[in-house]
């Protein structure tokens, strides 16, 4: 199984700052993944980071908002930029191989926008 | 599309019974399925997966899901609830037709286990 490591953990920013949070995976794979969620609710997918591509947006995504990196099969970065209170929200990063594989999650960044 | 829906928001159980949470899915082809459980303030465990194979499949803690391909559906289950089991669970799909293979997440099942 993938180990994820997330950071930060939590921030608190101000509005109309952008935040960057990382995704680490302590092994090569295939997917790497955004989400959001709202505490106690679903996991709504943001995009899937591509090494080497583009990131895909989910629709309601766009990349000007939340700008994607993944340079290589172990890191991904996903900014949130021009941060405003309805942006606060829990973002997970997962990772995973596919085939006959799980994908796996990190702990997850909650971000507060004040 | 592909999807998951869990009916239930919560579940509630007393401490030994046996639990189910419910999961039935839509897909096109053959289904990747999930459960997953998330504990307050943490990411998702992954619990278990039906890619192929025996319908029942286990998976960690004790838990197990049967798969129902005639009822579209992929119940999570275990004998004898503990009160460590409550928390929120989640039943996923992976989409295999997006060339992501990006996974969908129902709306989660809010379990809990009355001592």
């Known amino acids: 199984s993938a180990v994820i490591s997330q950071k930060p953990s939590r921030d608190i920013c101000q509005r109309g700052t952008s935040l960057t949070i990382q995704c680490q995976v302590d092994s090569q794979v295939t997917m790497m993944f955004w989400y959001r969620q709202q505490p106690g609710q679903s996991l709504t997918l943001i995009a899937t980071?591509?090494?080497?591509?583009?990131?895909?947006?989910e629709s309601g995504f766009v990349i000007d908002k939340f700008p994607i990196s993944r340079p290589n099969l172990t890191f991904s970065t996903l900014t949130v930029s021009n941060m405003s209170p309805e942006d606060s929200s829990i973002y997970l990063c997962?990772?995973?191989?596919?085939?006959?594989?799980?994908?796996?999650f990190g702990q997850g960044t909650r971000l507060t926008v004040v | 599309a592909q999807s998951v829906a869990q009916p239930e928001d919560q579940v509630n159980v007393a401490e030994g019974n046996p639990l189910t949470v419910k999961c039935t899915y839509s897909v096109s082809g053959n289904p990747y399925l999930f459960w997953y459980v998330q504990y307050p303030n943490r990411g998702l465990q992954f619990l278990l997966k039906y890619i192929t194979g025996d319908n029942l499949v286990k998976g960690s803690y004790g838990f197990e899901a049967e798969f129902n391909k005639s009822q579209t559906s992929f119940h999570l289950k275990k004998p004898s609830a503990l009160v460590s089991d409550s928390a929120l669970y989640f039943c996923?799909?992976?989409?295999?037709?997006?060339?992501?293979?990006?996974?969908?997440f129902g709306t989660g099942t809010r379990l809990k286990v009355l001592a």
């Open positions: 996923a799909v992976r989409d295999e037709t997006s060339g992501t293979y990006k996974y969908i």
């Open positions: 980071a591509n090494q080497g591509s583009e990131a895909t947006y």
């Open positions: 997962s990772a995973g191989t596919g085939g006959f594989t799980e994908a796996f």
